[in-house]
């Protein structure tokens, strides 16, 4: 089932891919001519915060987490990027550290793009540098929107809110359907939520007794969208 109309999906998203749509296949390909792919496992780590940038990544297939992490060692992600997004452009655009940390979620297949061959796109495609621009300011929304609605939910909607977004993550070919599932860890989804660890494994036992997912292992299914977006009182 379509988010269309019953949850605002677009607030959650960023939407680095539609620039890369903008881009000709003379541009796509000369922005790619000297990057590398690399195959990342689950948690290996893509950049860290505070090291300086020698290029972007796009996102080919899996999925990758950003997140920041205190002074313990705590983590919290604050976004997980799918295929066809750019993770840590922000740093070269603005020629600084990276603000944040970057780290496979799943195993996946990342590019990297050097400096030189992005920032050559951006000053020779005014659409793509002005599509960006756009992802830019759509990207300063979508946190802010994270962080109100964060602070205002308890555990139960948090982690719903969670799972309704990766349901949109995870989908093939741009079409949910009864099958998509979630492989995420309880660990991973309480970084995301913001929430205890064995909070997730209580709520997870509660939704599924309702009838709002499945789950087995790492393997969750959303059964009844409607349901969640209920449990997460998301207005």
């Not at 139960?156 to 860890?185: F, P």
Request: charged share 25%; net charge positive; with cysteine.
């Amino acid at each position: 089932m379509s988010l269309n109309r019953i949850f605002p999906i677009e607030k959650w998203n960023f939407i680095t891919a539609s620039a890369l749509g903008l881009l000709t296949t003379d541009d796509y390909n000369r922005l790619l001519i000297n990057s590398t792919s690399h195959i990342y496992k689950k948690g290996e780590i893509i950049f860290r915060e505070n090291t300086l940038p020698a290029g972007v990544f796009l996102v080919l297939s899996g999925k990758v987490k950003k997140y920041k992490a205190d002074h313990t060692g705590r983590r919290q992600t604050i976004y997980v990027a799918g295929n066809r997004e750019l993770v840590g452009y922000h740093a070269v655009l603005s020629r600084e550290r990276y603000s944040d940390s970057a780290a496979a979620l799943e195993g996946s297949r990342i590019c990297f793009i050097p400096t030189d061959d992005f920032m050559f796109t951006v000053k020779n495609c005014p659409y793509f540098a002005q599509q960006l621009l756009g992802a830019l300011s759509h990207e300063v929304m979508v946190l802010a929107n994270s962080v109100l609605v964060f602070a205002q939910r308890n555990a139960a909607e948090r982690l719903a809110i969670a799972l309704i977004v990766l349901r949109e993550k995870y989908k093939e070919d741009g079409t949910i359907n009864a099958n998509t599932v979630l492989t995420v860890s309880r660990a991973d989804l309480a970084d995301i939520a913001g929430i205890a660890e064995e909070n997730v494994t209580r709520l997870l036992k509660e939704f599924k007794e309702e009838g709002l997912l499945t789950r087995e292992s790492r393997n969750i299914v959303v059964t009844d969208i409607k349901g969640l977006i209920k449990r997460s009182n998301y207005k």
